[in-house]
């Protein structure tokens, strides 16, 4: 240390020698270094998200063109490097924007946009270039057409990390097959080994996507993932920002670049869901914040109001003695009518009263008068002598308490336990109201936090010199009171030009546009995948018995809001062994990365997942079975925990919402899962019971030495079936059929019964009519059969005819049919 | 084939007829036995026995375990009905290993209380004993030594046996069927139903059956059917007081009950196997206290059947529960053979003679 100093002081030149050194580093040399922020810390993982940023890309761009995505990625082996192709069939990129686009860190117009979209800060694709130059010292092959362009653009192009700025080392035009689209060719060291999230990503994203084509071909497979609707998401709109999500710098220079004048119209136009009313209440608030409240006193007793009479009369001058002792009572009476009163709306009265008897008397009551007048009565309020401040701001130990001191002392008194003493708050009212009786600003303006202090000093005091406990909770009740009956001022903003110079004014709106309440922002700035293309997206790329999923209504975190949506698929061809697979999504991106540090793993094991149904070793963690759980958190703003977004930050709104989504979807399983089981067990017992009674019946019979007897109906009543039976009583050349339906469980069933006959039927009953279709009749009823009782279903037909029925909407565990 | 062995016949395969009747009907196969339990026995009045209430148990084909047991039914009727058409006979436990023969696995038992249980279920529907079905049980080895001179037949003839002269130290062995004895003379003044062996052996060593004019029947445990129905059998045709002498524990009154009342497994025989007018001789809990008797603490399920019995209707009379009230009481418990602790000879001087003297038997 010391040494240090003393060399300082014998080489002045040493700092200067220093700041020679410091040079600004450029983002793109920034990201040079810090490869790992992006996801590309080795090369196996440095193909996948290249990938990744590429895919998501191509997807953006193609939506927002409102074309279909159609994408073909292909990964090229040659020695210990990898060409890495993705093409896409979006609207293409002019030949201004495009090297930027590749080959400039931070260039997008996503991320000003408060709308839902894959990419965000246009980091993700030059980073992606600029790892494959430093990897490979190859440039990006990029080719683009725009729709109509008779020829594609091609580039060759590194990121010069130095400026953070496109380096074009080939430029020219040339022939592509594609209408439009663009293409990029990344040649970059790296190797397969993490294959499996590559795949993971690759069929996570037509999942999500299930609007999307997608082709993937490697060395030795080639994988294509069909397009399941034609439906493009929903277009999103960008919203302007919610004044809970904005910061101080972003208010600071949205003022500097509005062009309204008055915050009111600055607040309307830059905000979402700000209208005039709202405006208003922020307003209130900022003026709360910037200006203070003014305190208001409880004006004098209607017998002490001669006090405020008296001294009006004495301080106006030159009115007309009428005029004066109107103007004087006038005011008088309008002030003892109030519970309260703050200087401001004294001057109100003031004012409207001298208007009215001006009037009356056919006189001005100029500015002057006003204002004696209005000191006058102030003076009267606050109990001074308005002669001179000094003798009143010195009161006399003896002296009758001031009014001030009155007031203060209800206040408190009614605010704090009633265990304190009444001498405390009374020493207590006492010091709090000389604060007041100090003040400069004879308006008694104080901000929220100035009360604060001026009542922990008070208190403070209190606690010192009559040795008693003042504590928080008293402290807070009674800054609760006092603040509550100080009043708003009527005072003008000042104009968006000095609020944008004032580093203070700007906080004070800041915070007040966060204490108001403010309605949730629209939604129409985020894409939902919707429940019913989940369950799409997930059976077309999972085989399992059964799909379910939810969509929740929108909510908000820090101003932008979110949506969030679950899905399951179960059984099937899923592995039952190890824990279930969690597909996580964000704006239908896939996360591959960083599982465990991710919001949504979090949720998923904290839910009970016995109670659903799914297996669940020790109760909490992820469950086991053949299960896929998948969750899309969709929002203009993501939190991630990191710059190459694979993990959802733990924001309590968020969680909260993802596992409302997981549960509504879960229930769905469970009741399908206990379904299955009493389905499986009805099933178990119709097998042994199938084997069993005819068992019976044959042992039976042959005991009894008869014919072996008919046993569906007794099955039927065993199983709780519903049971269809046919009973044909000829009659000459023709038949009478009956289809009887009993139903032995003790629910309604509703069956659909097609009966299919040879020959035209006659006199059907219930309504029902024969459709011919060659040759054949076709009789459907849909009849609704109550629990524990039956239906015959009749019609006449020729007795050589044959039959056959389909019996529908009864599962098939339930159901018997004999005909 | 006799006339009984055609109506046993004819009762199980309508037995049969009912089940084949209920399919054909569309009904679920059921058969519905009287509940085997103590809440479901009351007094027969005239009898004064012991029989089923109204409750009943359904056995049905609703469930897969009681369509397994209607299967069973259906096969041991079967069985039965060829038995009794061939005039052959079996055991209980051969029927039990018999089904293993069944062409179906379903019908097969799984352990011998099933097919026993089973067997009471078609006694009691069809109103058939089991020894008319030709089921016996096996040999309880039951006995009986006392003056009493009978007629056995036998499958090798009809024999005639004095049950002190004629026999060992072992005694008569009750058959298992004891109808086919007739009694032909008898000196006994009552009957002695005792149920440990050693305290047989020790009355009949001490000459009690000669110097008392005693039937000694040795209950070995639980009786019998049998030798309950010997018993009663004794009681009706020779007009001989029974008395029942047991350990002076719950179990113990059980088997009293049993003989006097009926037992709740069987109580559809009650009429047939009952001796009401049995009487307890002893230990008595008041004896313990009487003859300061060695004795073992009651453990909780003694005392749990203790309880269980005074809610018993077989045994609420004033007798009984003054005497289980007062073992509750004492808490204590005592073997016949803790009369040994007065002598040898303290059982059959003294303590018979001055309970059958309370009694007014002798």
């Known amino acids: 240390m010391t040494s240090l100093q003393s060399t300082l002081g014998d080489e002045p030149g040493i700092a200067e020698e220093l700041a020679d050194n410091q040079r600004a580093i450029s983002i793109a040399e920034f990201f040079e270094k810090n490869k790992h922020m992006l996801g590309f810390d080795s090369g196996a993982r440095g193909l996948v998200t290249a990938v990744k940023e590429a895919v998501d890309n191509a997807l953006d761009a193609a939506e927002e063109a409102g074309i279909l995505p159609d994408i073909y990625v292909e990964i090229q082996e040659a020695d210990d490097y990898y060409t890495l192709i993705v093409e896409d069939n979006g609207p293409g990129l002019t030949k201004q924007s495009l090297p930027k686009v590749f080959g400039k860190l931070l260039y997008g117009s996503r991320f000003h946009a408060r709308e839902q979209s894959r990419g965000q800060q246009g980091i993700g694709i030059s980073a992606a270039v600029l790892y494959a130059q430093l990897t490979s010292g190859k440039p990006a092959k990029i080719t683009s057409r725009t729709q109509g362009a008779s020829q594609a653009e091609y580039f060759e192009l590194i990121v010069d990390t130095d400026e953070n700025e496109p380096e074009i080392s080939v430029e020219e035009t040339t022939n592509w097959d594609r209408p439009h689209g663009t293409r990029i060719e990344l040649e970059m060291e790296a190797n397969m080994r993490a294959r499996g999230q590559l795949h993971d990503y690759i069929k996570h994203t037509a999942v999500v996507n299930p609007h999307a084509r997608l082709e993937l071909r490697e060395p030795k497979a080639h994988f294509k993932f069909e397009r399941a609707t034609d439906q493009l998401p929903a277009e999103t709109e960008e919203i302007r920002p919610h004044p809970h999500g904005v910061e101080l710098g972003t208010v600071i220079k949205m003022l500097a670049a509005t062009d309204s004048h008055s915050v009111s119209g600055f607040l309307q136009e830059e905000f979402t869901r700000v209208g005039k009313k709202t405006a208003n209440s922020i307003i209130d608030e900022f003026r709360d914040r910037h200006y203070g409240r003014e305190m208001a006193w409880s004006?004098?007793?209607?017998?002490?109001?001669?006090?405020?009479?008296?001294?009006?009369?004495?301080?106006?001058?030159?009115?007309?003695?009428?005029?004066?002792?109107?103007?004087?009572?006038?005011?008088?009476?309008?002030?003892?009518?109030?519970?309260?009163?703050?200087?401001?709306?004294?001057?109100?009265?003031?004012?409207?009263?001298?208007?009215?008897?001006?009037?009356?008397?056919?006189?001005?009551?100029?500015?002057?008068?006003?204002?004696?007048?209005?000191?006058?009565?102030?003076?009267?309020?606050?109990?001074?002598?308005?002669?001179?401040?000094?003798?009143?701001?010195v009161p006399e130990p003896d002296a009758e308490d001031s009014r001030l001191v009155t007031d203060l002392y209800r206040l408190s008194d009614d605010a704090t336990s009633t265990r304190k003493d009444d001498e405390i708050i009374h020493a207590f009212a006492v010091r709090l109201a000389g604060t007041f009786e100090d003040l400069e600003d004879r308006r008694h303006r104080l901000t929220q936090k100035e009360l604060e202090k001026a009542i922990d000093r008070a208190a403070d005091l209190t606690e010192e010199y009559d040795d008693v406990a003042f504590g928080e909770t008293a402290r807070e009740n009674v800054l609760e009171s006092v603040w509550s009956v100080m009043v708003t001022v009527p005072d003008d903003p000042p104009l968006v030009r000095e609020l944008a110079d004032s580093r203070d004014g700007s906080s004070d709106l800041v915070e007040g546009m966060r204490a108001t309440n403010i309605m949730a922002p629209p939604t129409r700035c985020l894409s939902p995948i919707t429940d019913e293309l989940i369950e799409a997206g997930l059976k077309k790329e999972f085989d399992a018995d059964f799909y379910a999923a939810a969509t929740r209504d929108a909510g908000v975190s820090g101003g932008d809001p979110f949506v969030v949506e679950a899905g399951i698929a179960y059984g099937g061809d899923l592995p039952a062994e190890g824990s279930v697979d969690v597909l996580r999504f964000a704006n239908r991106v896939p996360l591959v990365y960083q599982r465990g540090a991710c919001a949504t793993t979090d949720v998923v094991k904290g839910i009970g997942w016995r109670n659903y149904g799914l297996e669940q070793p020790g109760g909490s963690g992820l469950?086991?079975?053949?299960?896929?759980?998948?969750?899309?958190?969709?929002?203009?703003?993501?939190?991630?925990?990191?710059?190459?977004?694979?993990?959802?930050?733990?924001?309590?709104?968020?969680?909260?919402?993802?596992?409302?989504?997981?549960?509504?979807?879960?229930?769905?399983?469970?009741?399908?899962?206990?379904?299955?089981?009493?389905?499986?067990?009805?099933?178990?017992?119709q097998n042994v019971l199938g084997k069993i009674l005819p068992e019976m019946a044959e042992k039976v019979a042959e005991v009894v030495g008869e014919d072996e007897p008919e046993i569906d109906d007794a099955i039927a009543r065993i199983m709780n079936n519903v049971l269809v039976e046919r009973r044909v009583t000829e009659n000459g050349d023709t038949a009478h059929v009956n289809l009887v339906v009993e139903n032995h469980s003790s629910t309604g069933e509703q069956l659909e019964i097609t009966d299919i006959v040879t020959a035209e039927p006659s006199n059907l009953s219930d309504g029902a009519s024969a459709v011919e279709m060659d040759g054949e009749w076709f009789i459907s009823w849909n009849p609704d059969v109550p629990g524990g009782e039956e239906a015959t279903l009749e019609y006449d037909v020729d007795q050589e005819a044959t039959f056959d029925a389909d019996v529908k909407g009864v599962d098939s565990e339930k159901l018997t049919v004999s005909s | 084939?006799?006339?009984?062995?055609?109506?046993?016949?004819?009762?199980?395969?309508?037995?049969?007829?009912?089940?084949?009747?209920?399919?054909?009907?569309?009904?679920?196969?059921?058969?519905?036995?009287?509940?085997?339990?103590?809440?479901?026995?009351?007094?027969?009045?005239?009898?004064?026995?012991?029989?089923?209430?109204?409750?009943?148990?359904?056995?049905?084909?609703?469930?897969?375990?009681?369509?397994?047991?209607?299967?069973?039914?259906?096969?041991?009727?079967?069985?039965?009905?060829?038995?009794?058409?061939?005039?052959?006979?079996?055991?209980?436990?051969?029927?039990?290993?018999?089904?293993?023969?069944?062409?179906?696995?379903?019908?097969?038992?799984?352990?011998?209380?099933?097919?026993?249980?089973?067997?009471?279920?078609?006694?009691?529907?069809?109103?058939?004993?089991?020894?008319?079905?030709?089921?016996?049980?096996?040999?309880?080895?039951?006995?009986?030594?006392?003056?009493?001179?009978?007629?056995?037949?036998?499958?090798?003839?009809?024999?005639?046996?004095?049950?002190?002269?004629?026999?060992?130290?072992?005694?008569?062995?009750?058959?298992?069927?004891?109808?086919?004895?007739?009694?032909?003379?008898?000196?006994?003044?009552?009957?002695?139903?005792?149920?440990?062996?050693?305290?047989?052996?020790?009355?009949?060593?001490?000459?009690?059956?000669?110097?008392?004019?005693?039937?000694?029947?040795?209950?070995?445990?639980?009786?019998?059917?049998?030798?309950?129905?010997?018993?009663?059998?004794?009681?009706?045709?020779?007009?001989?007081?029974?008395?029942?002498?047991?350990?002076?524990?719950?179990?113990?009154?059980?088997?009293?009950?049993?003989?006097?009342?009926?037992?709740?497994?069987?109580?559809?025989?009650?009429?047939?196997?009952?001796?009401?007018?049995?009487?307890?001789?002893?230990?008595?809990?008041?004896?313990?206290?009487?003859?300061?008797?060695?004795?073992?603490?009651?453990?909780?399920?003694?005392?749990?059947?203790?309880?269980n019995e005074l809610t018993d209707p077989r045994f609420q009379t004033d007798y009984w529960e003054e005497q289980i009230e007062l073992q509750l009481e004492i808490d204590k418990k005592a073997e016949q053979q803790a009369l040994a602790a007065r002598g040898l000879d303290f059982v059959t001087d003294e303590y018979l003679p001055t309970r059958l003297e309370e009694m007014g038997i002798c």
């Not at chain 1, 208007?355 to 009565?377: H, I, M, N, P, Q």
């Open chain 1, 299 to 393: 004006p004098p007793a209607s017998h002490e109001s001669g006090n405020i009479a008296a001294a009006v009369e004495n301080a106006t001058a030159n009115k007309g003695a009428k005029a004066t002792t109107d103007f004087a009572e006038g005011i008088a009476e309008t002030v003892s009518n109030r519970d309260r009163i703050a200087y401001h709306q004294l001057e109100t009265i003031v004012g409207n009263v001298a208007d009215t008897v001006g009037d009356d008397y056919d006189t001005t009551f100029g500015s002057t008068v006003r204002e004696k007048a209005l000191e006058a009565a102030w003076n009267a309020v606050l109990g001074v002598d308005g002669e001179g401040e000094d003798e009143a701001a």
């Open chain 1, 623 to 685: 469950p086991n079975g053949p299960a896929v759980i998948m969750i899309h958190v969709a929002s203009t703003n993501v939190p991630f925990t990191s710059e190459s977004k694979d993990a959802v930050a733990n924001v309590p709104e968020i969680e909260d919402e993802i596992e409302l989504a997981i549960r509504e979807a879960a229930r769905e399983l469970k009741r399908y899962l206990n379904k299955r089981r009493s389905m499986q067990k009805r099933r178990k017992k």
């Open chain 2, 1 to 307: 084939m006799s006339a009984d062995t055609d109506d046993a016949r004819a009762q199980l395969i309508d037995l049969a007829s009912q089940f084949y009747d209920q399919f054909q009907l569309g009904e679920i196969p059921h058969m519905e036995v009287p509940t085997r339990s103590k809440t479901n026995i009351e007094l027969d009045e005239e009898a004064n026995v012991w029989v089923y209430g109204d409750r009943t148990s359904k056995r049905s084909a609703n469930s897969v375990r009681g369509a397994r047991k209607l299967l069973k039914a259906v096969y041991t009727i079967e069985f039965l009905s060829n038995q009794l058409e061939q005039d052959r006979s079996s055991t209980l436990r051969e029927l039990y290993y018999l089904s293993e023969s069944w062409d179906n696995k379903e019908a097969h038992f799984n352990d011998q209380d099933e097919s026993n249980q089973l067997i009471e279920d078609l006694e009691i529907v069809s109103e058939v004993t089991r020894e008319d079905f030709h089921m016996r049980p096996e040999e309880s080895g039951a006995t009986i030594m006392g003056p009493l001179h009978l007629r056995e037949q036998t499958r090798r003839g009809d024999r005639e046996i004095h049950c002190q002269e004629d026999v060992g130290e072992g005694g008569y062995q009750i058959p298992n069927n004891p109808d086919t004895i007739e009694f032909l003379e008898s000196d006994a003044e009552f009957v002695l139903c005792v149920e440990t062996g050693g305290m047989r052996d020790r009355l009949v060593e001490n000459g009690f059956d000669d110097d008392y004019g005693a039937l000694v029947v040795h209950l070995k445990g639980q009786p019998a059917r049998a030798t309950r129905r010997i018993t009663k059998r004794l009681h009706d045709e020779l007009d001989l007081p029974v008395t029942v002498f047991t350990d002076a524990d719950p179990w113990s009154y059980r088997i009293f009950g049993s003989v006097a009342y009926g037992s709740i497994k069987s109580a559809h025989l009650s009429e047939y196997l009952a001796t009401p007018q049995a009487e307890f001789i002893g230990i008595q809990p008041a004896d313990i206290v009487e003859y300061d008797l060695p004795t073992d603490p009651l453990t909780d399920s003694d005392i749990n059947a203790l309880e």
